[in-house]
C-alpha cells in the first residue's frame, strides 16, 4: 500500500514515513501544498496524511480542490490545529478522519488502517473456478 505524506516539519515527516516503511508501507514525502495539490492528483496512493498548515498552499485548500475534482482517496488531516470548529471545517472539507498533533503513532497507524479497510471494495463472499468454490464467509 503506498501513502503520501504531506508535512512541512521535515524531521517529523521523515519519523512518519519510517514508522509506516517498518509497518509495510510504501511512502512518498511532499514537505508544501503546492507539490501535495500534483501527487495527489497524478499518482495512486491509497491513502494520504495531510498536514493543514503548510508553505505555498494551506492543506485545506488543497483537500477541498481534490474532492471537487472527483477524488476519493482516504485522506488523514494530521495538523495542530484542534480547536472544534477547525476540526469541523477540516470534515466539511473532505477529510475522512482528523488527528491533532501531538499523537501518539498507534493511534495514527490505528486510523490509517481503519480508513484502508473502509476504502477497499467489496470483494464477493463466494469465489467459483469450474467444481470448485470458496466461500470466505465459512
Avoid at 499518482?43 to 496524511?49: G, K, L, Q, V
Avoid at 485548500?61 to 495538523?79: A, F, I, N
Avoid at 473532505?94 to 481503519?114: C, H, I, Q, S, T
Amino acid at each position: 500500500m503506498r501513502i503520501l505524506i504531506v508535512e512541512d516539519e521535515k524531521i517529523l515527516a521523515g519519523q512518519l514515513a519510517e514508522q509506516l516503511r517498518l509497518s509495510g508501507f510504501v511512502t512518498d514525502l511532499c514537505h508544501d501544498g503546492n507539490e501535495a495539490g500534483f501527487l495527489g492528483e497524478t499518482e495512486p496512493y491509497d491513502a494520504i496524511i495531510l498536514d493543514l498548515g503548510l508553505p505555498g498552499r494551506d492543506g485545506l485548500s488543497v483537500l477541498k480542490e481534490w474532492r471537487s475534482k472527483g477524488m476519493d482517496t482516504p485522506v488523514l488531516v494530521l495538523t495542530a490545529r484542534g480547536q472544534l470548529h477547525e476540526k469541523i471545517e477540516g470534515l466539511n472539507a473532505g477529510a475522512d478522519d482528523y488527528l491533532v498533533k501531538p499523537f501518539a503513532f498507534d493511534e495514527l497507524m490505528a486510523r490509517v488502517r481503519a480508513l484502508l479497510r473502509r476504502a477497499q471494495p467489496n470483494l464477493p463472499q463466494v469465489y467459483r473456478f469450474a467444481d470448485l468454490e470458496l466461500d470466505t464467509g465459512t
